[in-house]
């Protein structure tokens, strides 16, 4: 733990001193163009700040990856991939889509793991069976899981890096892949075996190719339409962003052309919609090509009980993509119409809140970063240079954030890792202000961010920034995936062994790991009259959050006495 600590904060004090190049860089303007040429005295640091900021947020995954235990949806996937390519079955975890997925697997293909065909159980049951029953060490399994992950959030980073070059110069680069690189969000989430950070990164990714075929559609348009067939079959939130993009392919090659008078611009237009219908195409073909890679074959049993499409619902039918993925989207349905509860800002709410993202990127965004964000916003619908990257920056953000505000399930910040993405590109064009003053406030908030941001290593899951009382308080603000997902059990057990041995152990645990495998004998404090509930009671800090009344009775009865990793609370009941 010293050892990562030193190497997180040498590549922190070394991102600060390469930030403090900036003032040159930012005095001499920006370029629209990547600059070509005999590279000049000192073009070589945005390229080694670049590689430090990688290789420290890669310490920061890795050690991440390897000190938490199973999160609630990492299993799920993990099972689903080991099935589905040793079987060619479709059956589980539908409303998925396999390109995340088969990614996954990746990582789990090195350790041959194997699971019957006849499994019975649900998906849930089936991670589980991979990780805990099919002799292999669970902690091995999930950190080969993870990797193909982190390797793929390492890339989105230099996608992120050149995205924000292209527009603001090497050191508008160096700005964006900072944010990057140490954002709590991004790093907590970049290193678990889940789909939030891919399908973000290839819509990030298809966004900067289309600002790239401004210039040279014939290259990049294909390579944008394989990105966002990838996002589309990563998740299904990523048909938000599929209007928005066809919009910006017209754009691209309408703005290559360079067209003048009404019929060449209408003759740039047919093109322009011509490309799109070709994006179009091949993202449908990527998505068919991930179900086909699973089962060339394509035998499909839709599962029972699938909630009927109705209304505006019913036009997904007429989607040219396979029968498994139109059900899949038919169970995520299902799940937009229960009612979930959300909790925020200490308070329980019935049902969805719509300002509930926005609110929690609020809490769990370093106030630096936030900063940046916001004058980044406003400098790119400001600076006439910089004016037409907003539509390829700000608008697919917000259509995002607008289309994931109107869902039912305020679980956590996951759901917009395209914010940070998207919005630490538009950060870069700060340095686009030709004032000393610019320069210096740039590089304080870029320090304070990263000083916000190793101050939390390695708990990045629970982050919240020192306005809301750091991840030591994120609990008191939110719930579920921003602080409490299930990382911490095999912690939990080591505290209990290291400070309560032999003592009685109640436990209230949200999660997916096996308490029992980690050593952990405890009770359900839940199945017995709570007079009955003596020693120590242990409880998921998002049980606490949701507590009902009996939970809510045993709590107040009891003193809380520890914490293990800002997600799990221990009391002791007399």
């Known amino acids: 733990m010293p050892e990562t600590s030193t190497a997180g904060g040498q590549g922190a004090r070394s991102t600060i001193a390469a930030a403090g190049r900036l003032r040159e ?40 990856a390897v000190e938490q235990t199973p999160t609630i949806d990492e299993p799920v996937y993990i099972g689903t991939a ?28 090195f350790a041959d793991v194997h699971v019957d065909a006849g499994f019975a159980g649900d998906q849930a049951q089936l991670g589980r069976s991979v990780l805990y029953e099919s002799g292999h060490d669970p902690g091995r399994l999930l950190l080969l899981a993870r990797l193909p992950v982190i390797v793929l959030t390492l890339l989105f980073g230099l996608v992120v890096f050149a995205f924000a070059r292209d527009l603001a110069g090497p050191a508008g680069g160096v700005v964006a892949l900072a944010l990057y690189a140490l954002s709590p969000d991004l790093v907590a989430h970049g290193s678990l075996a889940t789909l939030d950070v891919p399908v973000a990164g290839f819509l990030v990714t298809s966004a900067w190719l289309l600002w790239r075929a401004r210039r040279r559609p014939g290259r990049y348009l294909p390579l944008a339409a394989l990105a966002l067939g990838a996002a589309v079959a990563t998740k299904m939130s990523a048909l938000a962003a599929v209007p928005v993009v066809l919009l910006l392919v017209v754009l691209s090659v309408r703005q290559a052309g360079r067209a003048s008078g009404p019929q060449r ?61 139109l059900d899949g989207m038919r169970v995520q349905f299902g799940f937009e119409d229960q009612v979930w509860t959300t909790f925020l800002f200490g308070s329980r709410h019935v049902g969805a809140l719509w300002y509930y993202l926005p609110a929690a990127l609020l809490v769990k965004t370093p106030l630096g970063t936030l900063a940046l964000w916001a004058a980044g916003v406003v ?79 390695p708990y990045y899951l629970p982050y919240a920034n020192e306005a809301f009382g750091g991840p030591e308080g994120t609990h008191r603000q939110l719930h579920d995936s921003n602080v409490d997902w299930g ?33 952990i004998e405890a009770a359900d404090p839940l199945a017995v009259p709570p007079e009955a509930v003596h020693g120590l009671l242990v409880v998921s800090d998002s049980a606490i959050a949701k507590a009902d009344d009996r939970l809510g009775l045993l709590l107040r009865t009891s003193t809380p006495i520890d914490e293990v990793g800002h997600s799990i609370t221990i009391h002791r009941r007399p």
């Open 379 to 457: 400098t790119m619908a400001a600076v006439p240079r910089l004016r037409p990257a907003a539509s390829y920056v700000l608008l697919p953000a917000a259509v995002l954030l607008a289309a994931a505000m109107t869902g039912s399930r305020d679980l956590g910040v996951r759901y917009a890792l395209f914010l940070p993405m998207f919005l630490a590109v538009a950060a870069a064009g700060v340095v686009a202000v030709r004032r000393r003053w610019a320069a210096v406030a740039v590089v304080a908030l870029v320090a304070f961010t990263a000083v916000s941001a190793l101050r939390t290593f």
């Open 487 to 519: 990382q911490d059990l095999g912690r939990l057990a080591d505290r209990l062994k290291q400070r309560y041995p032999g003592e009685r152990v109640w436990l209230v645990y949200k999660g997916s790991g096996v308490p029992s495998y980690y050593g």
């Open 25 to 64: 860089v930012i005095t001499e303007g920006i370029r629209e163009d990547v600059p070509t040429g005999a590279p000049r005295p000192g073009r070589w640091w945005p390229a080694v700040a670049a590689v430090v900021l990688l290789a420290g947020m890669a310490v920061a995954m890795i050690t991440t």
């Open 265 to 325: 611009t209408l003759r740039r237009l047919g093109a322009g919609a011509a490309a799109a219908l070709g994006v179009a195409l091949i993202a449908v073909a990527v998505v068919w090509v991930s179900y086909l890679v699973v089962d060339p074959r394509l035998r499909w049993v839709p599962p029972p009980g699938l909630p009927p499409a109705e209304g505006l619902r019913s036009l997904a039918r007429l989607l040219p993509l396979p029968g498994p993925y």
């Open 82 to 109: 080991v099935y589905s390519l040793e079987h060619h079955s479709l059956r589980f975890n539908p409303e998925h889509p396999p390109l995340g997925k088969l990614l996954i697997a990746t990582g789990p293909a």
